[in-house]
């Protein structure tokens, strides 16, 4: 694995049409020989890969002879040129390189069985989809709250008779893995055959009917406090065309309490709420400690809901138990077995059992949670000249610090943290994180980006070398790994330096696989 994200099927469009990659962090795995109309067919591909590599224990070489039709992952060669490919029917999948020796050609089969079963498919929403047979809708400019309640309230008849059509409403809220946690619901039930609708929150929105894409193609300012009131109100007039009879599962991007809840209450009134679990972030419109955080949570969960928290604090599950009993509704709390002990994110993915639980549906087999936990485990991007792990999408210091507990033990590393200027509160909590981690001897230096990096490096009790967010960020990450410590990105993602900085990352990957195939 090379990223917190771990492997994901990205379920995209180009000129040719649909297909899919398997990208294991940011490095290509696997990819597809076939395209396919639409979004929905690329999953069921995906669908299809993962199935056949559930019935494989090995590799085959190409002398070998497979039962016609049986799964079997193959290494071939031509020449002194060896790949390795999935075959069952007809192809399901080829290596994204070719490889210079059998044996490496085999590990990279044996990875793709590794981290493929517990994959998420993630599929890219945008313009480039307008072939889609959804067409998208757009969202238009908010323009203020009571507007926009009053615009929903007038069409409330018509949106009431949505709700009840709807035999199970469930919305996936909290801090860290909302996004994970509603992709990995939306697979589990899209797999079962079930009626869904899935709403995805993030740069690009978007609706999965089914596996296939609904585009929400916004218009005006991008605004993310508001985003799910704007698009919900336009979102209203579209669920007649969209409409499932099964499942609606919808991520709650509210990042006031008000908000929260009124996309909870007056939106989608959900059967059950999800709560991924508390963090320390948005202190600066959600409360400034986990208690005012874990109370901002309960206080939106709608009259009569029952809540699947995935928080594994005591204290802080017996206060939100209260809060929503009061409320009353129900409220469980997710069990993480031993064998998931101290994983990362192990809490979401029983989550998931716990509402198909609470929904007397099948339970998960044991293997295929063991997959998806094992999918979102990290580990460092080896490149040449060092290691770098990009956790900066990880925006709270809990988590990040768990990631570094995983990946780094008591080795010390180099920390680089990237600030945004509408972020105080978390910029501060960084500062003060970087200090507990001096204090223990894991990090001599650091370097921070972005603006107002004065004020953070003063804050700091250790050198910082600051950079701004107009540097050339493959210079950084070069003067970084020539420290010779292992390099963790924190803070945020949201910049185009970060975006620079990915791409950086991911050609140095590149770099690194070519030499290996040389």
Do not use: C
């Not at 809708?137 to 059509?165: C, K, N, P, Q, Y």
């Amino acid at each position: 694995m090379t990223g917190y994200a771990g492997a994901t099927f990205e379920v995209y469009h180009d000129a040719g049409g649909w297909g899919w990659r398997l990208v294991d962090g940011d490095e290509p795995v696997a990819v597809t020989r076939r395209t396919f109309d639409s979004a929905g067919a690329a999953r069921d591909a995906v669908d299809d890969v993962r199935a056949a590599l559930a019935d494989i224990e090995h590799v085959a070489f190409d002398e070998t002879d497979p039962v016609a039709g049986d799964p079997a992952l193959l290494v071939r060669h031509r020449g002194d040129i060896y790949e390795w490919t999935l075959e069952a029917e007809s192809t399901l999948a080829v290596a994204h390189h070719t490889y210079t020796s059998a044996d490496r050609a085999a590990a990279a089969a044996r990875r793709l069985a590794d981290v493929a079963i517990g994959a998420l498919p993630v599929v890219f929403a945008g313009s480039d989809a307008e072939h889609d047979p959804y067409e998208p809708f757009e969202v238009g400019v908010f323009d203020g709250l009571r507007t926009v309640a009053a615009s929903l309230l007038g069409r409330g008849r018509r949106h009431r008779s949505f709700l009840d059509r709807v035999d199970t409403r469930i919305v996936v809220s909290g801090i860290r893995g909302k996004s994970s946690t509603t992709r990995r619901l939306d697979d589990v039930f899209t797999r079962r055959g079930y009626d869904t609708l899935t709403k995805i929150t993030g740069n690009r929105p978007h609706l999965l009917r089914n596996g296939d894409l609904v585009p929400i193609e916004r218009q005006g300012p991008r605004t993310t406090l508001y985003e799910n009131i704007r698009v919900m109100r336009t979102f209203v007039d579209e669920l007649d065309r969209y409409s499932p009879e099964d499942v609606a599962i919808f991520e709650n991007q509210g990042i006031t309490e008000y908000t929260t809840r009124l996309f909870n209450e007056t939106f989608i009134r959900p059967d059950v709420v999800v709560l991924a679990n508390v963090r320390q972030d948005h202190q600066d419109t959600l409360g400034k400690t986990r208690r005012d955080l874990a109370r901002s949570f309960a206080r939106s969960v709608p009259v009569g809901a029952h809540v699947v928290s995935g928080e594994q604090n005591a204290a802080l599950s017996r206060y939100m138990r209260e809060e929503v009993e009061a409320r009353g509704g129900t409220f469980e709390q997710v069990s993480v077995p031993d064998r998931h002990d101290g994983a990362i994110g192990a809490e979401t993915v029983h989550a998931v059992d716990a509402v198909l639980e609470y929904l007397e549906l099948d339970p998960l087999p044991q293997s295929e949670t063991d997959r998806y936990v094992a999918a979102m485990q990290p580990d460092w991007h080896r490149l040449p000249g060092g290691r770098v792990f990009n956790g900066a999408e990880i925006n709270d210091v809990e988590s990040t610090e768990m990631l570094r507990q995983r990946l780094a033990g008591d080795e010390e590393i180099l920390p680089f943290v990237y600030l945004r200027p509408d972020r105080r509160s978390r910029s501060a909590s960084f500062a003060e994180y970087l200090n507990t981690l001096a204090d223990r001897d894991l990090i001599g230096r650091a370097h921070a980006g972005g603006r107002r990096t004065r004020a953070f490096a003063t804050a700091v009790d250790v050198p910082v070398e600051r950079h701004s967010h107009t540097d050339d960020a493959d210079t950084v990450l070069e003067t970084m790994l020539e420290e010779g410590y292992p390099v963790m990105l924190m803070g945020n993602t949201v910049d185009e330096f970060m975006r620079d900085m990915e791409t950086a990352i991911e050609h140095r990957l590149a770099r690194r696989t070519e030499l290996e195939a040389d």
